[in-house]
């Protein structure tokens, strides 16, 4: 029971009501998996967070196997980065706010903390979000009936 009464005090209020926050993890899902969903949380939300954690490198290491671990945490981070820039290049999305921040975490593997590298990239819808995703769709409908009529 104290562990669930310490979990809800430690509980971030506001971090609990952002129903528009994709958390990027290091799991093999495909990037686009990421700019959709980010896509349709910009059509519920009119803006989407995109969150991840990685790796700080405070000395060069050898080892790899600690190395191999390090180099998918930092995929999390080049994914945020990567789909924020994709949203934008294609006229979707507008960056509203960038945060980066260092998060204490204990290493289970190792017993010792260890700090990694946050960012949040805030993006908004742009002025024709809505034009570019409804001639989107249509594309994909006329793209449909054509393969339907072969």
Not at 15 to 24: E, G, L, P, S
Not at 122 to 144: C, I, Q, V, Y
């Amino acid at each position: 029971m104290e562990e669930v009464t310490e979990g809800v005090n430690n509980l971030n209020i506001s971090d609990a009501n952002k129903k528009n926050r994709i958390q990027v993890s290091n799991t093999k899902k495909p990037l686009f998996f990421y700019v959709n969903l980010a896509k349709r949380y910009m059509q519920q939300h009119n803006e989407v967070e995109l969150s991840a954690l990685g790796m700080v490198f405070l000395y060069f290491r050898i080892d790899v196997r600690v190395f191999g671990c390090d180099l998918i945490d930092f995929l999390a981070i080049a994914t945020v980065v990567t789909v924020a820039e994709i949203l934008k290049n294609n006229g979707l999305a507008v960056e509203k706010k960038i945060r980066t921040s260092t998060v204490d975490m204990k290493d289970e593997s190792r017993g010792r903390p260890i700090q990694k590298a946050k960012i949040e990239i805030l993006l908004g819808k742009t002025d024709n979000f809505d034009e570019l995703m409804a001639a989107a769709a249509e594309e994909r409908e006329a793209a449909g009936d054509g393969e339907e009529q072969s």
